[in-house]
Every structure is written in C-alpha cells, then in structure tokens.
C-alpha cells in the first residue's frame, strides 16, 4: 500500500450546541490518518460521529478543535483554505447517503452533471459539457437517455448513479461517500460497490467509505476505523480487525454479521456491548497499524 498521506487528521473535535447549556460532543478528539490510493473505512451506529467527521473534511462544518491536512494544506485555516480554493474544491469530491435530496429535483441529469464544471470554470475534457455528461453516465452503467429526465423520473440506484457521475466529472483525488448504498436494495448495492471498486482500482482513487454494513467494509476497503460516542475505538487493517477484534464494541458489531446458512444463523450469539460512554484513555498500538482504544 502506499505510505504517501493524502489526508491527516489529528485531535479532530466537533460540538453541537442545542442551547446555551445543552452540547452534544459528536465527534471526541479523533485521530487518523489516510494514504494515497487507499480505501479507508468508517463504521459504527447511527450516531456515533461518522457523518460529522466525513463533512468536517469536506468543510461543510468548521470543526470547533483540531487539525485536517489534506496534502499538507490545513483546510481548517480560513487563509490557508483561500489560498487553495479551486484545487480543494475540484480534486475533494462527496457523495451523499440521499440522492433524491443531494440533487437538484429541478435540474435535469445533464445539468447536474456538468454544474460542477461550470461552477469552477472548468474546460470539459471530452468536448461540449453534453459529452462529458454522456461518457460518465456510460462509465457508470446509464444510458445517455437518461439526460433528458429529472432526478424524480429516475429510481433510487439511477439517481445515486447519477451522484456518483456528477463527483467523476470533476475528476477526484478524493472521494468521501457517506452511506451512499443504504437506501438501495440489496442487488443495486452490489451494484455501486463494485463500481466503487472498478474506480479504486483503476484510477487509484482515495475514499473514505462511511456504512453500516460491515460486510461491504470488508469487501471493499483496506483499512477501517470503529467509532463509538464520537471516539476510534480500533483502527487497523480491514482483514486483521475482522478476524482479531480487541474491543468490547468492535467484537459486539461484528458479532451482528448476518451468517447465510439458516442452522448456524440460529445458534449464532449476539455479543451486546454495555459501557454508554467511553472513559478517558487512548489509542495504543498492539500490533504494526492495528491501534486499541485502552482506558487509563
């Protein structure tokens, strides 16, 4: 794998404030790192912090403490940020867990596709920006009939499609997809992870892979990190976590992995783990690149 780091983040914090007094710490000084041409992994249940983290590297949230370096360049500084404007909002590319939200219901697919070229005033490589539209619909798996339609006459796979061309054409070093599987059904999913998979390895695209379903993080990315109440509970490489699980959280997550033979599916043991909250501790390395949230 390469050992170049494309993003570095370190001591990430984000609060929500509800009222003066009320604050939800969602993400709890978070550290890790991704390569270049790696396929990182964020898993953990609705709530524990991971779609905050992801929109906190694309800058949709200002994060209230810490540090995000995407190619040495700290996005977190207002000035630092200006001054690399086109190249962090060209080469960072998110796709989004709701199509039918994240695309413009009043724009139709060919508009929305090229709309991020025209945004930054980018020439289309293949030509007129209907042509560029065209081969990424076709890269995709869409007709070029599709262009025409509305994201309200497409079905959910077709529009979350249509997300994903949109991102390709600006043509990403980067690419953050949040849940982007977990409103399809289960033969569309396959669908677009494979797609995710064609991607990585042939244009070397970095992701940051936000889902639920462990079985997909297995399949499709190198590293993982387990979130738990805003914290990285373990992070390592995607086969070694999955096959030695050292904390509580992480062993009771992959103990929910539905098992495909019906007489073992029914013997199976849930683990439940129990602690509500994550007491003061640390990552600590108990093997080379598989950390271990330890308590003090």
């Known amino acids: ?173 980067f690419l953050v997809a949040d849940e982007p599987v977990a409103s399809l059904d289960v033969s569309i999913q396959a669908q677009v992870i494979n797609l995710f998979r064609h991607l990585q390895k042939e244009h070397g695209f970095t992701f940051l892979f936000i889902a639920h379903d462990l079985a997909m993080v297995e399949f499709l990315c190198d590293r993982v990190g387990v979130m738990y109440h805003g914290k990285i509970v373990e992070l390592g490489p995607v086969k070694e976590v999955f096959a030695n699980p050292q904390h509580g959280y992480t062993k009771a997550l992959l103990s929910a992995i539905p098992i495909p033979d019906p007489v073992r599916e029914r013997k199976r043991k849930i683990q439940i783990y129990q602690e509500n909250d994550v007491k003061n501790g640390s990552l600590q390395e108990i093997s080379p690149g598989h950390f271990v949230w330890k308590e003090l």
């Open 1 to 173: 794998m390469n050992e170049e780091v494309l993003v570095e983040v370190k001591h990430l914090t984000h609060r929500f404030h509800l009222t003066k007094k009320a604050v939800i710490r969602a993400v709890d000084d978070i550290s890790f790192q991704i390569y270049k041409g790696e396929v990182f992994g964020l898993v953990g249940e609705s709530g524990s912090g991971k779609s905050t983290a992801a929109r906190c590297l694309m800058n949709i949230y200002q994060p209230s403490e810490g540090e995000i370096r995407y190619r040495g360049i700290n996005i977190c500084d207002k000035k630092e940020f200006k001054a690399n404007r086109k190249l962090l909002q060209t080469k960072r590319q998110m796709i989004f867990q709701d199509s039918a939200s994240s695309l413009n219901q009043r724009m139709k697919v060919v508009d929305i596709i090229q709309e991020p070229m025209k945004i930054n005033h980018i020439v289309p490589p293949r030509g007129t920006g209907r042509q560029e539209a065209e081969f990424q619909m076709r890269y995709v798996g869409l007709d070029k009939s599709f262009l025409d339609r509305y994201p309200s006459e497409l079905s959910g796979g077709q529009r979350q499609r249509v997300a994903i061309a949109r991102a390709l054409s600006m043509e990403p070093e």
